[in-house]
């Protein structure tokens, strides 16, 4: 039994165990529900005891609203709070290459401002970052990983939706998530859960320890929570929107979205090669027929298809010229979650501890310490290479229809085409492009992740001081392991004249599904080729402060004045190692064509490996100052409190930042708040954006210029309906001259706690609040997309791109654009950009909230939180390049159709719906308690599937309600203290709404209805 096997029933073991002999046990009650929100409030203010903290718009889970939720890892319950925004680093989100994010990781997003403008705390101090970064659009993203927080036994979470760089530091721009665990447990819990998502193969098991115990008369506390998971893959068939590529039926009910040819996410390159006799003579012929194109271009086909030009057997024939994927050949395009290839959402082990303790050494002195351990291993299929570049096989090839007579060893060729009338004796090679290495089969891809955490201080009281230092140590550590394949190895292999040679002319399935490979080449050849490609990545976080404050430094004539202040110091550190195979180590050379490159990896671009550091040191002070107090009897005015506040950084990479902040909470009566902030923030770029090289991704963009060409010649009916996609290089540069990001946010509400409501009707609070961030300099680039159109309207008026590299027009390109009117070009190759800081981007909105308390003496006690955020605005300022774009667009330069994103609005957008809202609700009446909550997401624009007039398609809004009833044993005996829980989320079973892409997976989970059981015993 291997470890993984022997920990994974281990696992099960222990949930099964628990829910075989217990029933379940209620954890420790949360906070009352009816604390004023002054009182619950500690994120946001340095201050203990400070007022101010009213003026600050928060968000607060206890432990039952968190409950009602049914989360059972930090993703799931950071998706039910409204002010997150999508998450766009996740397992089921975009293609997982080798150079994604992968494993066990969710990313965290306020505002929906991007991965890292959001601060993280575990227990009010920073978490390590996550160590493997994600690109959107082309600039790589680093960010927090929610899964590794422990969620089982959390006191609370808090979400500060405001800015806060000036009390926090850098990447505050959007807000600060705080949990803080439980403490000061003596006792012990131990609980189970088994969930499943109904209709799928995604099922789930984790147990929790929870284990705490006071010691030297109660002056001392430790307590460890452990969390263990494991959760099955999740396969494509298991729903309908992720069962195929090809998408477009589910459109066919809409005539003016039924011809686009956005939701076929099926690829062109599969097992059916393209060929180009290298050093021909040009059209190679058997007798008079013609063979290849012009250019020396054939392929392999089925030969059930028109387009044989002979037959090479095994039901297949080659034709000339390239693949008619967009026309004849389009069922053999290569769907790749056909047969269950890849996986939805790969098989995840967890485990997850945390210990605390503290010790009172005297009165006045505590000392406390944390030690956390997170490991996670991820396992989930993928796609297999394709062949970036083109590939040089030998003429010496077993396999190669254009190769010799007979071979050197004296054996006749048995697979030269007969009767050729241009090819030489000693044959021709050929290149091949356009494949996919389908039999190797799907692409299996391991991901290790470990995050540890150690920290130790002192906290204490002096001179009517309160003063806490600590030293923090956290790491974070990625290993990616997946199928590659050796060039060098590849290239061997292909030079072979025994059938053990790698074999590209054998195509795939007949049966057209999805451009597999039925045929093959021998295990030997494979297995020679074949590699484990590997990416370590790690993190660190060096920590060092001390923070000091005092709730009454001076009496003013409002009251006493609080102040704190503080200094930080820490140390960033973050390494990416690329195999050596790929880093520029290993570099190839393709013994036919002579091309060279860095990546001995075939399909995969040459990316270097990467570390960078920095130092940041900082100081804050702040200040509570109470204007007016009740006791000054003013009337309309019965409290007013500021907070002022200011930080100062210095990187060691860039240089120094200064940044304020002001904020207030006026109470007019008591029950009605207004309260305000303003502050200034930014947000220091990464670590891999400053590095001072070029690294290469690959991308597939559509050559609309080709577009074009197809209707002006009328292969396509219409612009939408293109399918001129090809796989390119994307070269990008890092840029060590890159400044922060600068940002202004301010927020404007009211808070409102009637009391004139009598009390048996409960306690009620409502707030209101108006936002708006503004952002300058954020790190970008280009694009992909913008560069391809940007060479449309280059060239249909005579110029051209040169970040666009193209190959030189060959015979069948010059044939392809003839009578368009258009100039002939190659096929793109490579398109090269640069971060830089570019335009300001502005998003305002609108945040409520509703909290409803009630206790009764017969009936039970309710609570009841509703939140909302509605976005009014996000937008960005149109950088004159992409401004040129939609001129031409609206001019009718370039079609009116061209799929242009508009960043001067970006409101609905992908995942940025104006409206996302969720309620709680919790009952509880004796040893009975029921919980529920609501989520709700508005309406999105699929800017991918544009209508016949160019209108974006809308992804409709999802309305999801969860549900749970628990019962609590009180009697004596076994089963006293003992806690069974049942419950679904979605339990209406509703699908995420339907886009291009099948759903959107920053937003929604690829699955509907999910049932869990839970029991938990407390001894």
């Known amino acids: 039994m291997t470890y993984q096997t022997y920990r994974r029933h281990l696992v099960r073991g222990a949930a099964l165990a628990v829910l075989l002999t217990a029933t379940g046990a209620m ?52 998706r039910s709070i409204p002010a997150m925004g999508d998450v766009f680093i996740n397992p089921s989100n975009a293609a997982q290459t080798s150079n994604s994010t992968r494993g066990d990781v969710n990313s965290i997003n306020l505002r929906s401002l991007g ?84 209709g799928t193969h995604r099922k789930e098991y984790s147990s929790n320890i929870f284990a705490g115990r006071n ?133 995840i082990e967890r485990q997850n501890l945390f210990l605390n303790g503290h010790y009172d050494i005297s009165d006045t002195l505590t000392a406390y310490g ?75 891809v391991e991901v290790e992740n470990y995050q540890t955490r150690f920290l130790g201080g002192l906290k204490g009281e002096k001179w009517g001081w309160n003063w806490d230092s600590a030293l923090l140590y956290s790491k974070a550590d990625a290993k990616d392991e997946s199928d590659g394949i050796d060039s060098k190895k590849l290239a061997a292999s292909l030079a072979l004249s025994t ?37 370590h990545s790690t993190t660190t976080l060096t920590l060092a402060d001390f923070k000091v404050s005092k709730p009454d430094l001076i009496n003013i004539w409002g009251g006493p004045v609080g102040v704190a202040a503080g200094v930080e110091f820490r140390h960033e550190t973050q390494q990416d190692r690329r195999d050596p195979q790929l880093d520029g180590r290993t570099p190839f050379t393709d013994p036919v064509t002579g091309l060279t490159s860095n990546s001995n990896v075939t399909g995969v671009n040459d990316t270097p490996s990467t570390k960078g550091s920095r130092d940041v040191g900082s100081a804050f002070v702040e200040f509570a100052v109470p204007l ?70 690959t991308n597939t963009v559509t050559d609309y210029y080709r577009c074009e060409a197809d209707l002006r010649a009328g292969r396509i009916s219409n612009f939408s309906a293109c399918t001129r996609g090809v796989g390119i290089r994307f070269t990008t540069a890092g840029n060590p001259n890159l400044k922060a990001e600068e940002s202004e946010s301010y927020s404007v509400g009211v808070v409102l706690q009637p009391t004139f409501i009598p009390e048996q009707f409960g306690r009620f609070t409502v707030t209101v609040d108006r936002w708006q961030i503004k952002q300058q300099g954020i790190v970008g680039t280009l694009g992909s997309t913008n560069a391809a159109v940007q060479d449309y309207l280059f060239r249909v008026t005579g110029s051209t791109n040169t970040n666009v590299i193209r190959a030189a027009p060959t015979a069948d390109d010059n044939a392809f654009f003839n009578g368009t009117g258009l100039a002939p070009v190659g096929q793109i190759l490579e398109i090269r950009d640069q971060f830089k800081n570019l335009q300001p981007q502005t998003v305002s909105g609108i945040d409520f909230g509703l909290n409803w308390t009630l206790r009764t003496e017969n009936a039970g006690r309710f609570s009841a939180n509703i939140d909302g955020t509605y976005m009014d605005k996000f937008s960005q ?141 407390s001894f």
């Open 27 to 78: 954890a420790q009650e949360a906070a009352d529900a009816n604390t004023k929100v002054e009182e619950i409030v500690v994120v946001g203010s340095q201050i203990k005891g400070a007022k101010t903290t009213a003026a600050l718009p928060v968000t607060v889970l206890d432990n039952n609203q968190i409950a009602a939720t049914g989360a059972v890892s930090g993703d799931d319950l950071f």
């Open 499 to 535: 059938p053990d040679a790698y074999n590209p002319f054998n195509g795939g399935c007949l049966d057209g599904t999805g451009g597999r490979d039925c045929t093959p080449s021998s295990k030997a050849a494979l297995d020679a080729i074949r590699f484990r490609l590997k990416r």
């Open 877 to 1017: 300022e149109l950088a004159p390049p992409i401004a040129d774009l939609f001129a031409a667009r609206d001019a009718g330069t370039i079609n009116r159709a061209t799929p242009l994103t508009d960043p001067g609005d970006l409101l609905k957008r992908g995942g940025k719906p104006k409206w996302k809202w969720s309620g709680t609700g919790t009952w509880r009446g004796g040893p009975v308690q029921i919980g529920a909550s609501v989520i709700y997401t508005g309406a999105v624009l699929d800017t991918d599937l544009l209508s016949t007039v160019g209108e974006p398609w809308r992804v409709k809004p999802l309305t999801t309600v969860n549900l749970y009833a628990q019962y609590r044993f009180e009697q004596k005996g076994w089963a006293n203290d003992t806690r069974i829980r049942v419950g679904a989320r979605n339990i209406f079973d509703k699908d995420p709404p339907l886009s291009s892409a099948g759903f959107i997976g920053s937003l929604y989970n690829p699955y509907a209805r999910y049932w869990y059981m839970s029991v938990s015993k």
């Open 215 to 347: 010691f030297a008369e109660g002056r001392g506390n430790i307590s460890l929570n452990g969390n263990f998971t494991w959760r099955t893959a999740q396969r494509p068939s298991d729903r309908p929107y992720t069962a195929t590529q090809d998408l477009r039926s589910l459109f066919a009910a809409y005539p003016e979205y039924a011809s686009s040819a956005a939701p076929d996410n099926r690829g062109n390159q599969n097992s059916f090669a393209n060929f180009t006799v290298f050093g021909g003579p040009g059209v190679i012929r058997q007798g008079t027929t013609a063979l290849t194109s012009a250019a020396g271009a054939t392929h392999v086909q089925p030969n059930t298809i028109a387009g044989c030009a002979t037959q090479i057997g095994n039901g297949l024939c080659l034709g000339t010229g390239n693949l008619a994927t967009g026309s004849t050949a389009n069922a053999y395009r290569y769907n790749a979650v056909q047969n269950d290839a890849t996986t939805v959402a790969p098989e």
């Open 370 to 444: 944390e030690v956390g351990f997170y490991h996670a291993t991820s396992e989930g299929l993928t796609t297999q290479g394709t062949s970036l570049v083109a590939i040089g096989v030998p003429a010496s090839n077993y396999w190669n229809p254009f190769g010799p007579v007979t071979f050197a060893n004296g054996q006749a060729n048995p697979n030269r085409l007969p009767n050729l009338t241009n090819v030489p004796a000693a044959g021709l090679p050929v290149t091949f492009t356009n494949y996919r290495f389908n039999d190797l089969g799907p692409s299996k």
């Open 115 to 198: 991965v890292g403008n959001t601060l993280v705390l575990l227990n009010g101090r920073r978490l390590v970052s996550h160590p493997t970064s994600q690109s959107s659009g082309t600039v790589p993203l680093l960010g927090y990983n929610a899964n590794a927080i422990p969620t089982s036994n959390l006191e609370r979470l808090e979400v500060l939706r405001d800015g806060a760089a000036a009390i926090y530091g850098a990447d505050a721009v959007a807000g600060v998530v705080n949990t803080v665990l439980q403490s000061d447990f003596d006792g012990l819990t131990v609980d189970a859960q088994y969930g499943w998502a109904e």
């Open 628 to 697: 007016i107090s009740p006791e000054m009897n003013i009337p309309l005015v019965r409290r007013i409190d500021l907070q002022l506040a200011g930080r100062f950084e210095n990187y060691s990479d860039f240089g120094s930042v200064a940044k304020p902040k002001i904020a207030f909470a006026w109470d007019v009566v008591d029950g009605v708040r207004f309260r305000g902030s303003w502050q200034e923030g930014f947000r220091a770029p990464n670590l891999e954006t400053t590095n001072p090289f070029a690294y290469s991704r």
